[in-house]
């Protein structure tokens, strides 16, 4: 293949599994003849990630390693090595071999005949009843709720070519959701099933309160169903409100009947109380994300860098 390849992985407490990873995608390299630049971006690791890094691109001199001064989150990470890639066609993978680098040489063919992104469709996945569920239904939320069509199932599992990266980056959004923002740039895209194995080694870093801020991520940052739900539920408890005052009226003054109405009248103050604190909820979500923007911040900070 005459085209460069960039291989980009973001790397969180890998130290103890990083060698399998590289011999893996290593094997690939010599098999396939690529001319290839891998990048590995140490997210803030506690372990010794980043010297583990150090150590490997001593023997493989086509390793570019950078290390966030903290932990910026897996799709910052990303998004940091995208930033700084220089191949033709590019290749976001996971550093726990759940996504095989065996499984490149099949997606970078689509790119061949071409197609500008082949994105990775789970078919299956080596995980808790938990999880699957929570993942299925998160997609399709997600595909009910958004302006742009993201594609059920996909992760961040992917080829490109580096006309696409390069779009990807005009976006300077603060909380990216790459696969979102893949599917909002364009170009001609396929996705690919392949069945997902089950993790290396290791704990996966993904907690669930860093699930839950990249579906929140996902979306306030590709829907504006939340905010104008809040119009509408304001509409319905107007109608609400207007019935139920009538029925009031209606028994105080016509059927001359005493009304009491401390019970249903705790209950609505409750329900609505609680309902306008989520409206807040959402509305304060889409304002966090304005002031992230306006703040104007970088969306991470390299402390080191080796063969950059």
Known sequence: MSKKITIIVPIYNSSAFMSNLVEAIDAERKNSNWDLELVLVDDGSKDKSFDKIVE??????????????????????????????????????????????????????YLDDGFDVAYGVRKKRKENIFKKLSYNSFYRILKKLSDTEIPLDSGDFCVMKKQVVDNMLKLQEKNPFLRGIRA????????????????FDGQSGYTLKKLMKIAMDGIFSFSSVPIRTITLLGFLGLLFAVVYSGIVIYESFVDHIEVKGFASLAIIILFFGSLTLICL???GEYIVRIYDEVRNRPYSVIEKTINL
Request: net charge positive; charged share 20%.
């Open 56 to 109: 490997l691109s001593k023997t493989y001199t086509y390793i570019k390693g950078i290390k966030l001064s903290r932990n910026f989150g897996h799709q910052i990470a990303v998004k940091t090595g995208l930033s700084h890639c220089t191949g033709d066609y590019i290749a976001v993978i996971d550093d726990d071999l759940q996504d095989p680098p065996s499984l490149l040489p099949g997606f970078f063919k």
């Open 184 to 199: 909002w740039v364009g170009f001609k895209q396929i996705g690919v099933e392949y069945e997902r194995a089950a993790r």
């Open 281 to 283: 909820g959402i509305i």
